[in-house]
C-alpha cells in the first residue's frame, strides 16, 4: 500500500494549556511547603477554636469568692462536654452538688465560678451561719460543706430559704465570711443556659495542681 493511501490515524484532541494555567501551576510548585504549612496552621487553629468552644476551656480567678479552695489568679482548665451534650440532646445541664461551676451573669456582665449547693427540688437554707439542704432523700436536711468535707470559713452570712427550681442550680462562694462572694444568696437562682462548664483542672500554680 502506497503512503499516500494510508488511512489517516485519529489523534486526541489536545487542549492547549493558556499562561494562566501554566502560572498557577508554577506558582504552587514553587509555594507548596509554604501553602501546606498555612493549611496545616489554618487546621490546628479551628481546631483549637473547636476545642475552646465545645470541649475544654482556659479560666483565671478573679478575686477571693472561691478562697481557700481556690485563690486570685489561679489558672484553671473547665471542661464543657457536659453543657456540649446537653445541647446536642437539648437539655437542661445541672452539674452535681458540690460542683466548682463557671457561669455567665447577665446582671453583673461576666463570668462568675462559685460551687453548687442546691440542685433542682431542693429547699436550700441558710440561718445562723449554717447551709441546710432539704429534699426528697433527706427531709432532716444536710449540710453539703460537711457532705463535700470542705474546708470552709465556718460562718455563713445570709439569711435564705428557696426551693431550686427546675432547670436552674444555686451556688455559693466557698469563702463565707460577710460580704466575701457575691452569689446565689444575692442575685438568685443560676439558669441552666448561663452555664459555661464545671472545674476540671487547677494547672498553675504549679506546686498546687490538682484535679476537681
Known amino acids: 500500500m502506497d503512503e499516500e493511501n494510508k488511512p489517516v490515524q485519529n489523534l486526541p484532541e489536545q487542549t492547549p494549556t493558556t499562561s494562566n494555567e501554566w502560572s498557577l501551576k508554577g506558582f504552587y510548585r514553587q509555594h507548596k511547603s509554604l501553602l501546606s504549612s498555612l493549611m496545616l496552621f489554618g487546621a490546628a487553629f479551628l481546631t483549637a477554636l473547636m476545642i475552646n468552644a465545645f470541649v475544654f476551656q482556659p479560666y483565671e480567678v478573679e478575686g477571693s ?4 479552695t481556690l485563690h ?3 489558672r484553671l482548665i473547665v471542661s464543657k462536654t457536659g453543657k456540649t451534650w446537653s445541647r446536642i440532646t437539648q437539655t437542661d445541664y445541672i452539674p452535681s452538688r458540690g460542683d466548682i461551676v463557671i457561669f455567665n451573669s447577665d446582671k453583673l456582665g461576666k463570668q462568675l465560678i462559685k460551687r453548687v449547693v442546691g440542685i ?16 426528697q432523700e433527706n427531709p ?27 432547670g ?15 452569689d446565689s444568696r444575692v442575685f438568685g ?24
Not at 469568692?65 to 481557700?68: N, W
Not at 460537711?146 to 426551693?163: C, R, S
Request: no cysteine; hydrophobic share 35%; proline share 6%.
Open 140 to 166: 432532716d436536711g444536710f449540710n453539703p460543706d460537711k457532705l463535700e468535707n470542705l474546708d470552709l470559713y465556718k460562718y455563713t452570712e445570709g439569711n435564705v430559704d428557696q426551693v431550686v427550681e427546675a
Open 120 to 135: 433542682p427540688g431542693d429547699r436550700v437554707v441558710v440561718s445562723q451561719g449554717t447551709v441546710t439542704v432539704y429534699n
Open 65 to 68: 469568692s472561691m478562697e481557700p
Open 189 to 212: 437562682l443560676v439558669s441552666s443556659k448561663d452555664i459555661v462548664g464545671v472545674l476540671s483542672l487547677r494547672m498553675y500554680p504549679f506546686d498546687q495542681i490538682d484535679r476537681f
Open 72 to 74: 486570685n489568679a489561679d
Open 168 to 182: 436552674t442550680i444555686y451556688v455559693i462562694g466557698d469563702n463565707r465570711l460577710p460580704s466575701a462572694s457575691l
